[in-house]
Nanobody
Framework: QVQLVESGGGLVQPGGSLRLSCAAS????????MGWYRQAPGKQRELVAA???????NYQDSVKGRFSISRDNANNTVYLQMNSLKPEDTAVYYC????????????WGQGTQVTVSS
């Protein structure tokens, strides 16, 4: 069982930066892929960025070059560094842990609000 707790959200002006953190209660080293998703009002939840246990990364096209995902396996923490934020980045951001071998469990955090507005 893995529990995820996000932090670091808030209100930021366009062009600003935020760093989100996701602290896991259990080991997330392997065999978990970690990801950040977001959900804006009236829209479906979408993948923003993901990272494997080997630190391979994948990003949604709209955040490439602005966001960076990283993981600290020793401290069971995943980060999302968000730079050059835009109003369209406004959403609730969720941390996800996806187990890649059976049992194929999927864990979610409670979410943290990010609002980009002047």
């Amino acid at each position: 069982q893995v529990q995820l707790v996000e932090s670091g959200g808030g209100l930021v002006q366009p062009g600003g930066s935020l760093r989100l953190s996701c602290a896991a209660s259990g080991s997330i080293f392997s065999p978990y892929a970690m990801g950040w998703y977001r959900q804006a009002p009236g829209k479906q939840r979408e993948l923003v960025a993901a990272i494997t246990s080997g630190s391979r990364t994948n990003y949604q096209d709209s955040v490439k070059g602005r966001f960076s995902i990283s993981r600290d396996n020793a401290n069971n923490t995943v980060y999302l560094q968000m730079n050059s934020l835009k109003p369209e980045d406004t959403a609730v951001y969720y941390c996800n842990a996806k187990r890649l071998v059976p049992p194929l469990n999927d864990y979610w955090g409670q979410g943290t609000q990010v609002t980009v507005s002047s």
